[in-house]
């Protein structure tokens, strides 16, 4: 069963994460999944803006952590999280988030490549990368200090702090907080006025304001190179048994 579901409703691509029961943990397969119907809006004429939300009350809990000990066994990452990092990082279509709920890992590091994000008030966002005996990814090593600055990046990506949805506003990763019942409709309402306007004015904004991509893109291979080799680490493999046991 596909845990992506993807509507395409007046030139706006909704792409949801439905898997309730793990708290939306992405596996290889999701993020393939998510990857594909970015790719897929670069190239359909009929598709302006893409939405991503996840369930009431979950955005994502992050990878599967029982996913990251197979990659730790077998010393590699999917091909899914890999092309899905790649297309967030090189999206040239608007991108808006939905959260509700946690967002953690990459939940969190997905909105600072995103271009409007809103949260409901219990959203709440976490990079718990040093608990897991882990290091940043999807490019959070350069785009959180800059978004927000070295010391709070820090509390985030090394202290693991959770913020709340007015912490993330004030850090500058989160535009509005948006009542839970209203999220949605906010959020397409949003998307239905951006995909109104000119085209090529809103991808050449894009590409403006994202410039970077080539560095985006070495950073992100560096983290992955360092990533794979904490994710071996007997810390990283306690971690993730610690609580893969607690949950059982
Ligand atoms: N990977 C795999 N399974 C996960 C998961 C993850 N990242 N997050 C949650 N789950 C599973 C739990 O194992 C549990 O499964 P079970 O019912 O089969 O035992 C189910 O989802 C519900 O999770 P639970 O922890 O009981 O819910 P909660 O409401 O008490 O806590 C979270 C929610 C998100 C705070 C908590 O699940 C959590 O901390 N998850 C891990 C987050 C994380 O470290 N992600 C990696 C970031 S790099």
Redesign the pocket.
């Known amino acids: 069963m596909s845990h992506i579901t993807v509507t395409i409703s007046e030139t706006i691509q909704h792409i949801q994460i439905q898997r309730a029961?793990?708290?939306n943990?992405f596996t290889d397969e999701m993020y393939q999944s998510v990857a594909t119907a970015l790719k897929n809006s670069h190239k359909a004429n009929d598709i302006k803006v893409n939405l991503i939300s996840g369930v009431p009350g979950?955005f994502t809990?992050?990878?599967?952590?029982?996913?990251?000990l197979t990659y730790a066994k077998k010393g590699a990452f999917g091909s899914g999280i890999i092309d899905f990092l790649t297309t967030l990082g090189t999206l040239d279509m608007p991108l808006i988030l939905a959260i509700d709920g946690?967002a953690?890992?990459?939940g969190t590091t997905m909105t600072f490549h995103a271009d409007l994000i809103y949260a409901t008030p219990e959203a709440t966002f976490?990079?718990?990368?040093a608990?897991?005996g882990?290091t940043p990814?999807a490019a959070s090593s350069y785009l959180m200090p800059k978004t927000m600055g070295h010391a709070r990046a820090y509390e985030m990506l090394a202290l693991g702090e959770k913020y709340s949805a007015e912490d993330a506003c004030r850090a500058g990763f989160v535009n509005k907080i948006i009542p839970a019942d209203q999220l949605i409709s906010h959020s397409l309402a949003i998307a239905k006025k951006l995909s109104k306007k000119p085209e090529s004015s809103l991808l050449a904004t894009k590409q403006l304001l994202k410039s970077e991509r080539e560095y985006i893109l070495t950073v992100m291979e560096k983290e992955v190179e360092i990533f794979s080799k904490q994710l071996q680490s007997e810390e990283a493999k306690t971690a993730f048994s610690s609580?893969?046991n607690k949950?059982?």
């Not at 809990?61 to 990251?68: M, R, S």
């Not at 976490?126 to 990368?129: I, K, L, V, Y």
């Open positions: 029961d793990k708290m943990a979950c809990a992050g990878n599967d952590i029982a996913d990251f946690p953690i890992g990459i976490a990079t718990p990368f608990d897991l882990l990814e609580f893969l949950t059982k």
